[in-house]
């Protein structure tokens, strides 16, 4: 992450910070925990698990469709959750915001959507060699039919976005241009500004997988002009099985809806439906209600800390980082972007990942290991997955050094 500001928390404000994540405070085969694979998923703070442990005990009710109280306190947090979301993101109007299960499934939402209305046989929607998995599969199985061909473009060595190539790809053909802001696997901050800026010159729109930089970046959905922004709960302290789409009010407006159901429309007979108004037109059935009022809370926890701060953090961090690991013999690091973010991907000359992943983790420190979603990457690569450790606001310098020493230890016994 570029940033001009340096930021350490204070130990006091670490160790308040870790307190509010119980979890933490455990052992694992006799050593503390250590979490590094916050890009997998993040920790939950307690005032989420209250939040929902609140409403289960509490207003447990469905949304939307009661006259009865606990149904109107349930819609009431249900809808105060999408407004924050709104804030944090600096939507126009929270109608643009739909909920969804997940950075995934708002790409699906859209590439169905795309398919269905927007895109002509032969036409392309670009995409970038580090994309996830879930922006390259479904734009090829709901492209299949109309035959969509997916563009994509190149990155040097240090995985960084050739913006030449970019450019230069960009043509008629291109309807969507569908970018991660932050690569999972690589740690990449990709140049969405100039991103969006140039594709919108060719008028197209242009879709940011935000999965990866929601917690860790301040995002202003109209300063960046984003057309389509999706994330994920779970990645930013709120629960599993909630995410956001974010659209500009034109696209959803003329995008069909992806499921039909309860709550998504205005009136049903045999013969033709009418749909629901906005944003409810895209949020069939019962949706993930404790999940909506959890990420509210997240939202708030994000809030309160302060986007800016928590950011300089890990950014420091992630740098204190990288000069470690760059001091262990035979290690290569994978992504060794100038915007880089804190999810870190090294190879060790001569061993497996997984065997460092176990003998980390007999330590009891968690790391990922593989090809996190990521194979035509790898591909590039030419390797098979990674070891990959990855930050959030809770880890400390202490814990880079036990991860250090626990990498080092792994080695030694790999070494014989
Ligand atoms: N995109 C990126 C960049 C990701 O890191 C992830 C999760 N690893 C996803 C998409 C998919 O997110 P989810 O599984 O929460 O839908």
């Known amino acids: 992450m570029e940033t001009n500001l340096t930021c350490s928390l204070s130990p006091e404000r670490v160790e308040k910070v870790r307190s509010e994540f119980p979890v933490l405070n455990q052992m694992i085969n006799g050593s503390p925990l250590i979490y590094l694979d916050n890009a997998a998923t993040t920790q939950k703070p307690l005032r989420v698990t209250k939040c929902i442990t609140q409403y289960y005990n509490g207003y447990n009710s469905n949304v939307h469709r009661g006259v009865h109280q606990l149904s109107q306190l349930a819609t009431i947090a249900y809808e105060e959750s999408r407004e924050k979301i709104a804030g944090f993101i600096h939507a126009a109007h929270k109608h643009e915001v739909i909920y969804t299960k997940g950075t995934t499934d708002g790409i699906n939402m859209v590439a169905y959507a795309f398919n269905k209305k927007f895109l002509a046989v032969g036409d392309t929607v670009m995409i970038s060699a580090m994309e996830h998995h879930a922006n390259i599969v479904p734009w090829q199985i709901y492209g299949e039919e109309k035959e969509i061909r997916l563009k994509v473009i190149p990155i040097n060595e240090h995985g960084e976005l050739d913006m030449d190539a970019f450019s230069a790809m960009l043509d008629e053909k291109v309807k969507l241009v569908s970018v991660t ?236």
């Open 181 to 416: 802001y932050v690569s999972n696997t690589l740690g990449t901050v990709n140049p969405i500004k100039d991103i969006i800026r140039i594709a919108h010159q060719h008028g197209i729109p242009v879709l940011i997988d935000a999965a990866q930089a929601i917690a860790h970046i301040a995002i202003d959905v109209q300063e960046l002009d984003v057309d389509f922004l999706v994330f994920s709960g779970h990645k930013m302290y709120g629960p599993t099985g909630i995410g956001v789409l974010y659209a500009k009010e034109k696209w959803l407006e003329q995008m069909p809806p992806y499921q039909g159901g309860g709550d998504m429309i205005k009136q049903v007979t045999f013969e033709k439906t009418t749909y629901n108004t906005l944003p409810y037109k895209f949020e069939a059935g019962t949706p993930s209600i404790s999940a909506a009022i959890g990420l509210g809370a997240a939202i708030d926890y994000l809030q309160d800390f302060g986007i800016e701060e928590l950011s300089a953090y890990e950014h420091e961090l992630t740098n204190y980082t990288i000069s470690k690991l760059l001091q262990v013999d035979g290690l290569r690091l994978i992504g060794s972007a100038k915007a880089h973010a804190g999810s870190i991907s090294f190879i060790m000359n001569g061993h497996h990942n997984s065997d460092i992943g176990e003998l980390l983790n007999q330590q009891g420190i968690a790391v990922r290991t593989g090809h996190h979603c990521t194979q035509p990457l790898m591909k590039i690569f030419n390797i098979r997955g990674t070891v990959r450790a990855s930050l959030a606001i809770y880890n400390t310098h202490q814990e880079i050094d036990s991860f250090l020493g626990g990498l080092n230890k792994a080695l030694e016994i790999l070494r014989g």
